[in-house]
């Protein structure tokens, strides 16, 4: 899956949570700019998942 589909899928994940606008608006905005910085143009459905689980600890924390 592109860089584009991975936000989306990971909005739909993060909406699913019920997580406020302004969260998910930052979690994407840092995804984003993890995926530019590492240079992936495919992104697995793992490091989706991963990069969801690493917010959610940070959160918790």
């Keep these: ?14 909406e699913y949570r019920n997580l406020s606008s302004n969260t998910i608006h ?8 993890m995926f530019d910085f590492y240079q992936l143009e495919d992104v697995s459905i793992l490091d989706v998942s991963m990069a ?4 959610v600890k940070k959160k918790d924390s």
């Design 1 to 14: 899956m592109n860089k584009d589909e991975a936000l989306n899928k990971f909005t739909f994940m993060m």
């Design 26 to 33: 930052m979690y994407r905005w840092y995804l984003s700019r």
């Design 52 to 55: 969801q689980w690493y917010y």
